[in-house]
């Protein structure tokens, strides 16, 4: 088990200045499932409704997902039941990717434990020939709620490129689909804290703190409780109501620097709720390692600037495991 210090205890709370909690966010809704419905109008319109939502926010909701209501009630049963396991368990779920509080590997700290677990569009990386029943069953979980979610992470992504107006409608689908996609899966529980009450609802816990994520887009569902704030582009932050019968999607660097900045990586974080435990399951859809990333000729426009030099996701993700949580890692590759 981690044991942490007080001292690495406190570094998890926000700074004074963020104690109260933010406003509610307004956030923009695609249904997935009424622009299939409604034909090529309501296509575009939803084209058009994802493409506004990216460049304002980087951040929208997606219902009418079509991700089966079964896979989502077992993936909420399977995590319950592994997060209630005893700690020594846990600890031994190194096949998973389990950790607890520690965040990346250079000393961030949050309110958190959770299961990471790199994926290709094959599936969650094979266990050990020794592993047991329930393990290989939670493992084809994940793989059916991994293939059901990327399933509908490209449909997104295709509704990006065609509000994007680009020739190739599978440009960042492409990308996902590809046999070497380094994509990862997340799943977060983030316990209650009831002293936070004690409080008078001014203490506030960091269960992850203000990051953007690294890659294309981020698609996320939780439980009912709230706790996930996002950072508009005015640098104010707003708390997003939790909704467990729908996605969240956010926009990661790579498709910042693919879109030359026109749709913006959405700086997040997650508070710890006083009563309730929040748990997430995030698929983080990434390109392959060698794949070149730099802003695509058509949004860059005859004369226009790049605002990103090109690189390689691996050079981007290497740079990116090298940062703390906070930092700004685009900086390093914006053109002069
Ligand atoms: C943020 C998005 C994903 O959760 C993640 C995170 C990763 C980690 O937890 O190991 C990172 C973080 C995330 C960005 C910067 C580095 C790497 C922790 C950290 C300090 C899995 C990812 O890909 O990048």
Known sequence: MVVLSKGELEQIAL??????????????????????????????????AVAAACEKHGFFKVTGHGVPAAILARMDAAAAAFFALQQQEKDAATAFGYSS??????????????????????????????????????????NEYIAAVRRMTCTVLKLMAEGLGLDEK??????????????????????????????GGHGRLTGFGEHTDPQIISVLRSNDTSGLEISLRDGSWVSVPADRNSFFVNVGDALQVLTNGRFRSVPHRVMVNSARPRVSVIFFAGPPPRERLAPLPELVGEGGRRCYREFTWREYKTSAYRTKLSENRLCYFETA
């Open 101 to 142: 509080k520690r965040i990346g590997c250079n000393g961030d700290l949050g309110w958190v434990e959770y299961l990471l677990l790199g994926v290709t569009p094959s599936g969650a990386a094979p266990l050990p020939e020794s592993s047991d029943a329930s393990t290989c069953s939670f493992r084809d979980l994940l």
């Open 15 to 48: 700074p004074a200045v963020q104690r109260t909690a933010p406003p509610l966010a307004v956030v923009p809704e695609i249904d997935l499932d009424k622009a299939a419905r409604d034909g090529a109008n309501g296509r575009a319109a939803a084209a058009r």
């Open 170 to 199: 599978d440009a960042f689908s492409r990308l996902v689909l590809d046999k070497e996609s380094d994509s990862m899966l997340r799943v977060n529980h983030y316990p209650p804290r009831p002293e936070l009450k004690q409080l």
